[in-house]
């Protein structure tokens, strides 16, 4: 089964990358809840009773457009990823795993509800994507197939409707809309830091960040960047965008859009840390860790790198 999506102003999942040459003012604005339904908490259990939990979010591959029509059109999302990092998955423990889970959202009698979808630990390898030998933080996970059949059999049964599970895509790279990025922007990080979560409405934290790295510029050499952001466990995993606008420069014309738009930027990793003093306790000798509430963000295009390569096991 292959599921279609209508990519327009108004759709914020696919993000949509047209602007227009306006003077009149922009007409609606983002709705922060439509940013929030990119997100998932992430659980995996192993069989010694140990968890390892953390944000994700959902990476759509779209259909080729028709370049015969230039407004809004029907598009297939071909492949659906899961995005996290790969210290939250524990590709080396995956022997041990029991489980992996995300969730979908539906409409409850209280407010939303978690649907959530598993996958059994011998499977996990099918469907996971890293770039091996690679210090990129970042794993992909193939749930195309998984949401698909749970979208198919909640339609056929007449059980209450899931909420759009929406999700970034190429479309919202930089270069592939007018926004830009530089040095100074705000970001916004969306995920559940310290796992907390609106539990009525089941939404995760948007906080906002600072980017600190002059955009394209490798952090250490490697594909990441920072930003100024405090994180806390949990986090790991979120979703990196701009600052959603409806206003953009091109070309020394000023573009407007009906709809808030923002870029894909990446995922969050963690914290780097200096290295503190050393101290001796009565069992070891231990080096404390001094965070200066700086993030760790991988560049927007491992994802695609990622997903690129094969899965652990075919």
């Known amino acids: 089964m292959r599921f279609f999506f209508i ?30 339904r990119m997100t998932t908490p992430i659980e995996i259990t192993y069989t010694d009773g140990s968890k390892s939990s953390g944000s994700g979010f959902f990476f759509f591959v779209f259909g080729a457009s028709d370049p015969k029509i230039t407004g809004p059109q029907w598009r297939s999302i071909d492949k659906t990823f899961v995005i996290t990092n790969r210290h939250v998955i524990q590709p080396d423990k995956l022997e041990k795993a029991e489980t992996l889970s995300f969730s979908l959202r539906t409409k409850g009698t209280n407010g939303m509800e978690w649907l959530p979808i598993l996958i059994k630990g011998k499977d996990i390898k099918r469907v996971l994507h890293i770039i091996p030998d690679s210090p990129v933080d970042v794993a992909a996970i193939d749930v195309t197939k998984l949401v698909n059949k749970v979208y198919g059999d909640i339609a056929k049964s007449g059980q209450p409707a899931l909420e759009p599970s929406l999700g970034v895509s190429k479309d919202n790279f930089p270069g592939a809309s007018p926004l830009t ?126 997903i690129d390569c094969p899965p652990l096991e075919p």
């Open 7 to 36: 990519v327009s102003f108004l759709c914020t999942s696919a993000i949509g990358t047209s602007f227009a040459q306006q003077s009149s003012p922009p007409a609606q604005q983002t709705d922060a809840g439509l940013i929030a």
């Open 181 to 306: 990025v530089e040095s100074g922007d705000d970001v916004i990080v969306v995920g559940y830091p310290r796992l907390f979560i609106d539990e009525y409405n089941k939404l995760p934290i948007l906080k906002r960040g600072l980017l600190i790295t002059p955009w394209g510029l490798k952090y250490r050499g490697q594909d990441d960047f920072l930003i100024d952001y405090k994180g806390f466990h949990g986090s790991s995993g979120s979703v990196v965008i701009t600052k959603p606008s409806n206003i953009a420069l091109q070309n020394d014309h000023l573009m407007t859009s009906s709809s808030k738009q923002f870029l894909f930027l990446g995922v969050y990793s963690g914290e780097p840390f200096l290295p503190g003093d050393i101290k001796d306790t009565d069992d070891e000798i231990v080096q404390e860790k001094v965070k200066i509430d700086i993030g760790q963000v991988w560049y927007y295009y491992t994802v695609q790198q990622t």
